[in-house]
Structures are given as C-alpha cells and as structure tokens.
C-alpha cells in the first residue's frame, strides 16, 4: 500500500514482543501515520511480553507464573495511554478483558519481604487512592486528540 507521499512503506523490523517493542509497533502503526511504515514483529517462541509475560502451569494445577513483580503504578500514564488505545482500537463487546479496566485490578497497597537476620521480614507499603483514572485526560477514542503531530 502506497504511503500518502506515495511511496512505499519503509519497512521496520521490531525485535522482541516486550512492552517497548510492542508499544513502537502500534505507534508506528497509527491511523495518522496513514500506512508509512510496514512494521513486522520478530519475538523468539510464541509468548508475547518480555517481563512482564505470564503463564499458566498445568502441571502444576494452572498456577500462574510470572517472569517478575507485575506492578503499573498509577503514575504510568503513558503505559496506562498505550493500555486505552490498544483496547480502545480493539472494540470489544464480548469474551473476557473487553476493557483496559477489564485486565487490571485496583489495588491499595502491596506487600514485600526481605530476608533479615535469618527471618522474612514484610515492610506493608499503602497507596492512597486518589480518585484519578491513570494515562492522559484525552485519547482518540475520545474524540479528542492527544499525540503530538507525526512526521
């Protein structure tokens, strides 16, 4: 497909399915942009994520199985802004995660441990909510605009 300069895409190669690379391929991708690159994803194996990847063991009852702390801040908005748009461009109406809100879960705090002098010690760190949803005040799925200008 022609660029709107009408020249061919310019190809781009994304190495790894992590939350970066997947964020540069959906914004390379974006409707303003009007087709100027042709973006393939190159990920070794089948699981998308990097670290923030999850998984189930079935030998082990399905248990979930993390590569690390999965954590996302209120204070992340351009990862919450990502999070909006992708599930914004995907308009769902049925199935489970429909909504971005769908796929995380409100939390008040959380707890670590540290090993201390032969014991596990747990240091309770609270986060008092705020009332604010987290990302930006516009989206395009909105109607209102909130990148800047692509060129």
Sequence with gaps: MPTSEGGPPIKVAVLGGGAGSLTTALELTVPELAGKYDVTVYQMGWRLGGKGASGRNAAEHDRIEEHGLHLWLGFYDNAFRVMQDAYGELGRTSGPLQTWRDAFKEHDGVVLMEPIAGKDVKWN????????????????????SRRPSCT
């Excluded at 760190?125 to 209102?144: K, M, Q, V, W």
């Design 125 to 144: 760190l609270p986060f008092p909510r705020n009332g604010l949803t987290p990302g930006p005040a516009t989206s395009p799925h909105s109607g209102r």
